[in-house]
T-cell receptor, first 113, second 113 residues
Framework: KQEVTQIPAALSVPEGENLVLNCSFT??????LQWFRQDPGKGLTSLLL?????REQTSGRLNASLDKSSGRSTLYIAASQPGDSATYLC????????????FGDGTTLTVKP | NAGVTQTPKFQVLKTGQSMTLQCAQD?????MSWYRQDPGMGLRLIHY???????DQGEVPNGYNVSRSTTEDFPLRLLSAAPSQTSVYFC????????????FGPGTRLLVL
């Protein structure tokens, strides 16, 4: 059974700092890995999707990497801003057409002005 | 293009009552799923569907029924609500194949007394 772990559970940084969020998974037979952002009381918003054949994806100040063999992904946020404060979740999808996604518990990020 | 919509946003039920959570998407996605999100337990898959007329159980299906008569709609029925079903429920959709991202609805917050 796939297990997804996100460390740390919470992170507080001053504005402007670069930071890394971690996601690890136990079964490397994945189809893709997706990073989401969730604001309090809201749904999930997709940030980046990495296919199993890819090593990284970038969008603006965000960069996500994937090392399938070691079962790890990182989300790098450059020059953090207070508006980045949210919970960040990673989800790993199995490599079948009906592939189910397994989610981590998330990292709650607070960026202080 | 409304994406994934869910109704109601908030509902209070008494133990033993039944209700249906509505989910609709206008992106012609084959794959739809229902998750529940509980503190400390992340998102857990309840039921999913890979197309109209096809549904299957996820990780925590007990106490819930689903049907998929059209591509657009995927309602979740609580047969006899229990306090343990107090949670936030999210509906999501994506294409069945390929590397498409998963889109989430805004969620339904359910309180069972």
């Amino acid at each position: 059974k796939q297990e997804v772990t996100q460390i740390p559970a919470a992170l507080s940084v001053p504005e402007g700092e670069n930071l890394v969020l971690n996601c690890s998974f136990t079964d490397s037979a994945i189809y893709n890995l997706q990073w989401f952002r969730q604001d309090p009381g809201k749904g999930l918003t997709s940030l980046l999707l990495i296919q199993s054949s890819q090593r990284e994806q970038t969008s603006g100040r965000l960069n996500a990497s994937l090392d399938k063999s070691s079962g790890r992904s990182t989300l790098y946020i450059a020059a953090s801003q207070p508006g980045d404060s949210a919970t960040y979740l990673c989800a790993v999808r199995r490599d079948t057409n009906a592939g189910k996604s397994t989610f981590g518990d998330g990292t709650t990020l607070t960026v202080k002005p | 293009n409304a994406g994934v919509t869910q109704t109601p946003k908030f509902q209070v039920l008494k133990t033993g009552q039944s209700m249906t959570l509505q989910c609709a998407q206008d992106m012609n996605h084959e794959y739809m799923s229902w998750y529940r999100q509980d503190p400390g337990m992340g998102l857990r898959l309840i039921h999913y569907s890979v197309g109209a007329g096809i549904t299957d159980q996820g990780e925590v299906p007990n106490g819930y029924n689903v049907s998929r008569s059209t591509t657009e709609d995927f309602p979740l029925r609580l047969l006899s609500a229990a306090p343990s079903q107090t949670s936030v429920y999210f509906c999501a959709s994506r294409t069945r194949t390929g590397g498409e991202t998963q889109y989430f609805g805004p969620g339904t917050r359910l309180l069972v007394l």
